[in-house]
Each structure stands twice: as structure tokens, then as C-alpha cells.
């Protein structure tokens, strides 16, 4: 139920951040927040906690494929202890939405090679549709939430 609760939450909120977005959203703001997108999954592949660190705001919310809900800190030791690995992120059709002058949502799909042992032993590959939420916070975009889900149509088939 908490997790059920949490999905209804963001759905709301950023429900109402797009309604109240203005008409023509800033192209610029839209190429910095896909470069910060980009550093992200490029710090995850290389498992970069320093990066990682100034990419993710302390108060984020990560919300795995499998319902695991993460903090900063526990997703952060999970990737400092190896037990959470990214090998690639491969991004399919992202778009960033521009609310205001402090909020982007990207939405889009992934297709993410990983080894978690939390999960599994070994290597897997994994296709997501994401919601993915930034701040504007003392002049840096900072990731505040992330969503995501399997898309079973495009999952390899075993």
C-alpha cells in the first residue's frame, strides 16, 4: 500500500507541475537537464559515487523496477559495495518537460544491463519505461525522484 500510495503522490504532483507549466518551455534549460540525464547514466556505468553524490539531491526518492524503494544513501551503498552494478544504459525516446524555472520531468524508456545481486547473480538485461523528476537547487539540476517499470512487451524473451 505504500508504494501504491507514493505512485499516487507523484502522479498528483506532477500532474499539477504540468498544468501549471508555462506555454513555451526553455530549449536550453531542456539540452541542460538531458546533459545532467546523460552524466547520471554515465556515473552509474562507471559506478562514480562522487557524481553520482552531486547529481542526486539527499532527499530522492528511488523507486525501482521491483517496487524497492531506495534513498539516496541505501542506493549510493548499494553501488559503493558492489552489490548494484550498471553495465549500460541504452535511452530510447527521452523527453524533458520544462515546469517552471525550477522542475523538469523526463519520461522515455531505457534498456539497462545489470548485475544486482540483490536480484540475481548474474548479469541481466532490463527494458524500463521511467519517470524521472529534477530540481533546479542553488543553480544545479538535481534528480529528486525516479520511477520506473518494466516494459514486458519489449523484455527479451528466456
Known amino acids: 500500500m505504500t508504494r501504491l500510495s507514493l505512485w499516487f503522490a507523484l502522479s498528483v504532483g506532477i500532474t499539477g507541475l504540468l498544468a501549471a507549466q508555462a506555454p513555451s518551455a526553455s530549449g536550453s534549460a531542456e539540452k541542460e537537464v538531458m546533459a545532467v540525464e546523460q ?13 553520482l553524490d552531486r547529481i542526486m ?4 526518492t ?11 544513501e541505501s542506493y549510493l551503498s548499494a553501488i559503493r559495495s558492489g552489490q548494484l552494478h550498471y553495465i549500460s544504459w541504452q535511452p530510447r525516446d527521452l523527453h524533458v518537460r ?4 525550477s522542475a523538469a520531468v523526463i519520461d522515455g524508456e531505457y534498456t539497462v544491463r545489470v548485475t544486482d545481486s540483490r536480484v540475481q547473480p548474474s548479469p541481466f538485461d532490463i527494458n524500463l519505461f521511467i519517470l524521472t523528476v529534477y530540481a533546479r537547487r542553488n543553480g544545479n539540476w538535481q534528480q529528486i525522484a525516479w520511477q520506473s517499470t518494466r516494459n514486458v512487451a519489449a523484455s527479451p524473451s528466456k
Open 62 to 72: 528511488y523507486v525501482h523496477a521491483s517496487g524497492k524503494v531506495d534513498t539516496k
Open 39 to 51: 552524466a547520471r547514466t554515465t556515473a552509474l556505468e562507471r559506478s562514480d559515487i562522487a557524481a
Open 98 to 101: 520544462i515546469v517552471g524555472d
Open 57 to 60: 539531491a539527499d532527499d530522492v
